[in-house]
């Protein structure tokens, strides 16, 4: 069986998902609705909101890796 294209070459691209309630998951993940982040709207360089700039880094990679995960994208086992 050929590999199964998910796109119509159109002009105006592709995308997953039609709304943030469509659930979508790559490699045989469970299906997800989009993921929202309070962490994430924040600036990196805003201290108003975090305690510091570094914890602010932590918080919006854990969320990145956080999402990544329960997209399929990466796995944390080997």
């Known amino acids: 069986m050929?590999?199964?294209?998910?796109?119509?070459?159109?002009?105006d691209g592709?995308?997953?998902g039609q709304s943030a309630a469509d659930k979508v998951a790559?490699?045989?993940a469970t299906p997800i609705v989009q993921?929202?982040?309070t962490v994430l709207a924040s600036s990196l360089l805003?201290?108003?909101s975090y305690v510091s700039v570094a914890s602010n880094t932590a918080a919006i990679l854990l969320e990145l890796s956080n999402?990544?995960?329960?997209?399929g994208a990466?796995?944390?086992?080997?």
């Open 46 to 48: 805003s201290a108003s």
């Open 67 to 71: 999402a990544l995960v329960a997209l």
């Open 14 to 16: 592709s995308r997953l």
């Open 2 to 11: 050929g590999v199964q294209e998910l796109t119509d070459k159109g002009p």
């Open 35 to 37: 993921r929202s982040s």
């Open 26 to 28: 790559l490699y045989g």
């Open 74 to 78: 990466i796995r944390t086992t080997a």
